[in-house]
């Protein structure tokens, strides 16, 4: 199985931060990769899609990069409603795998 | 505006059984590809099945194959999995999810979930 490792797992932040998570896959998955944000109590919601498509109705805030083994997602300027945890996922194979996640938290 | 809608989860014995079941509105359910994913307490998802639009194609994760059965009903536009010799550890929360496109796709829609606790 492809396994996807996330860092950091948590960290602080405020509004208006440029926030970035980093995504890393244990082989090449090429651009198969999406990212979620997950509220407490609610199912996660897809942000962006193919590394770096964002999904429809996703504010532009939001940006995703690379290709291969290392991603990256990126918050521009960090709003109250970004507060969440964030997952890196791999459809790769048949298998999906998803991140530990990323708890992001109001410093 | 599409929805899903899962249900059935409970408190159910190790060794038991259980079935989940998931309605799909708002959109062609036959065309689309779904999934079960589930999370347990504190923990990231972990995809459970998958099966195809048609129901012809299927896929386990290692850890409930032999265990759980995916199946569709396109007529009513629904998603079953059926849990049997239910462990401690298939403890989670399940959803149901829409694969965005083929079957190498993300999932762009998810149900709320339903929580199934297996305790003695």
């Known amino acids: 199985a492809i396994r996807m490792t996330q860092s950091p797992s948590s960290f602080s932040a405020s509004t208006g931060d440029r926030v970035t998570i980093t995504c890393r896959a244990s082989?090449?998955?090429?651009?198969?990769l999406a990212w979620y944000q997950q509220k407490p109590g609610e199912a996660p919601n897809l942000l962006i899609y193919?590394?770096?498509t964002l999904q429809s109705g996703v504010p532009s805030r939001f940006s995703g990069g690379g290709s291969g083994t290392d991603f990256t997602l990126t918050i521009s300027c960090l709003q109250s409603e970004d507060f969440a945890t964030y997952y890196c996922?791999?459809?790769?194979?048949?298998?999906?795998?998803f991140g530990p996640g990323t708890t992001v938290d109001i410093q | 505006e599409v929805k899903l809608e899962a249900a059935g989860g409970n408190l159910i014995q190790p060794g038991g059984s259980l079935r989940l079941s998931c309605v799909g509105s708002?959109?062609?359910?036959?065309?689309?590809?779904m999934n079960w994913v589930r999370q347990a307490p504190g923990k990231g998802p972990e995809w459970v099945s998958y099966?195809?639009?048609?129901?012809?194609?299927?896929y386990y994760a290692d850890s409930v194959e032999g265990r759980f059965t995916i199946f569709r009903d396109n007529a009513i536009n629904s998603l079953f999995l059926q849990m049997d010799s239910l462990r401690d550890e298939d403890t989670a929360v399940y959803f149901c999810?829409?694969?965005?496109?083929?079957?190498?796709?993300?999932?762009?829609?998810w149900g709320q979930g339903t929580l199934v606790t297996v305790s003695s």
């Open positions: 999810a829409r694969q965005r496109g083929g079957s190498s796709s993300s999932f762009d829609y």
């Open positions: 708002g959109f062609t359910f036959s065309s689309y590809n």
């Open positions: 099966i195809s639009g048609s129901g012809g194609t299927i």
């Open positions: 082989q090449d998955i090429s651009s198969y």
């Open positions: 193919a590394a770096s």
């Open positions: 996922q791999q459809y790769y194979d048949y298998h999906p795998t």
